[in-house]
T-cell receptor
């Protein structure tokens, strides 16, 4: 019963470096999303997907790319890391529109 | 602008006591309202989901209420336990194409013995 699995749990990047945050779910959910959580603020939607091959931008998409080649995986790519991207990133999946969302354990990213 | 406001920001209570957390929202079009519990260093975990027509829902010692007319919700925790120490997040789902959730900043609850 893995649910939503995120890797890595912690990462430190230098400004300008690129990396991919991994997210996988084993519940056959169509919907997957990426959020960032910053101190004193609610989670904000970065990108989301409503099915394999379909992605769309959320509230704060700049500096991030996503793809959804399979139902299970939804990686988030940072193209050129900036200190403003220091945050905790959560991946979530849900079965359908407006159904319960299941979250991964998060990736704490620091950009120096 | 779609917003979810929670109060208080933080709260300390003694083990065994009850408490109530508040959530006000200005989100349209509304689909449902959720309460999540987030332990330190973990992802949020769903406690309740309520649609427009539901005004109360319970999950063990957690009871959520919803007043869709005044756009207010509350989460009542009964007989608190040390393990209830966490951030409680109110989330409103938009009735739109896509997966749009609007998150409150959360209420940090600390239960002490």
């Amino acid at each position: 019963n893995a649910g939503v699995t995120q890797t890595p749990k912690f990462q430190v990047l230098k400004t300008g470096q690129s990396m991919t945050l991994q997210c996988a779910q084993d519940m056959n959910h169509e919907y997957m999303s990426w959020y960032r959580q910053d101190p004193g603020m609610g989670l904000r939607l970065i990108h989301y997907s409503v099915g394999a091959g379909i992605t769309d931008q959320g509230e704060v998409p700049n500096g991030y790319n996503v793809s959804r080649s399979t139902t299970e995986d939804f990686p988030l790519r940072l193209l050129s890391a900036a200190p403003s991207q220091t945050s905790v990133y959560f991946c979530a999946s849900n079965k359908g529109l407006n159904t319960e969302a299941f979250f991964g354990q998060g990736t704490r990213l620091t950009v120096v | 602008k779609n917003q979810v406001e929670q109060s208080p920001q933080s709260l300390i209570i003694l083990e065994g006591k009850n408490c109530t957390l508040q959530c006000n929202y200005t989100v349209s079009p509304f689909s449902n309202l959720r309460w999540y519990k987030q332990d330190t260093g973990r992802g949020p975990v769903s406690l309740t989901i309520m649609t427009f027509s539901e005004n109360t829902k319970s999950n063990g010692r957690y009871t959520a209420t919803l007043d869709a007319d005044t756009k207010q919700s509350s989460l009542h925790i009964t007989a608190s336990q040390l393990s209830d120490s966490a951030s409680y997040i109110c989330v409103v789902s938009l009735a739109l194409y896509g997966n749009k959730l609007v998150f409150g900043a959360g209420t940090i609850l600390r239960v002490k013995s």
